[in-house]
């Protein structure tokens, strides 16, 4: 039971370069999240999918679209990199549609020059 | 204003001490109150949650929140270098359609052996 993963771990992309973030899940959980963690800013939610089908955004979508695949996995997409997006970014789960229970990814650590 | 407030520190302790870790919020609405630990490099896990008012206890921690002045807190006794964290409080609203998990900006905690 691997819980919540990320993949890649690490990752540098120029200004402009677009990349996908995966996160699977094997926790059979409802509802899945992206966020981003910046220094001085906290845990910032991007979108989040309460179920299989349905994806919203969050506090801060710009620049960013999500798919959720099946209901094992949420991906996160940068389109067209910005310096902006320079971050650590974390998926997570939660069983219920009331989240407050959420399990956390180990993270994917962004830097866009 | 934002919805929680959370004094990032750094917080130093030596072992064994009590550790308090406080968080406000400004929104009555909010009925689920939970504390987040998160090691250097990794994603945060649940450490403990409380709904509505009281303390909860669990080992070393205590969780208390205060509704009528809108104040959370986390209290460790006999603090180990272990518990060497960032800590996150966040907060969940009740009702329907509520899915977002707001943290605080989290409180850097080294307990020195």
């Known amino acids: 039971n691997a819980g919540v993963t990320q993949t890649p771990k690490f990752q540098v992309l120029k200004t402009g370069q677009s990349m996908t973030l995966q996160c699977a899940q094997d926790?059979?959980?409802?509802?899945m999240y992206w966020y981003r963690q910046d220094p001085g800013m906290g845990l910032r939610l991007i979108y989040y999918s309460a179920s299989e089908g349905t994806t919203d955004k969050g506090e801060v979508p710009n620049g960013y679209n999500v798919s959720r695949l099946n209901k094992r996995e949420f991906s996160l997409r940068l389109e067209s990199a910005a310096p902006s997006q320079t971050s650590v970014y974390f998926c997570?789960?939660?069983?219920?549609?009331?989240?407050?229970?959420?399990?956390f990814g180990p993270g994917t650590r962004l830097t866009v020059t | 204003q934002k919805e929680v407030e959370q004094d990032p520190g750094p917080l130093s302790v030596p072992e064994g001490a009590i550790v308090s870790l406080n968080c406000t919020y400004s929104n009555s609405a909010f009925q689920y109150f939970m504390w987040y630990r998160q090691y250097s490099r990794k994603g945060p896990e649940l450490l403990m949650y409380?709904?509505?008012?009281g303390n909860k206890e669990d080992g070393r921690f205590t969780a208390q929140v205060d509704k009528s002045s809108k104040y959370i807190s986390l209290f460790i006794r006999d603090s180990q270098p272990s518990d060497s964290a960032t800590y996150l409080c966040?907060?969940?609203?009740?009702?329907?359609?509520?899915?977002?998990?707001?943290f605080g900006k989290g409180t850097k905690l080294s307990v020195i052996p």
């Open positions: 409380t709904y509505s008012s």
């Open positions: 966040a907060v969940w609203p009740s009702g329907a359609g509520s899915y977002q998990l707001t």
């Open positions: 997570a789960s939660s069983e219920q549609r009331e989240g407050y229970e959420q399990y």
């Open positions: 926790m059979n959980h409802n509802s």
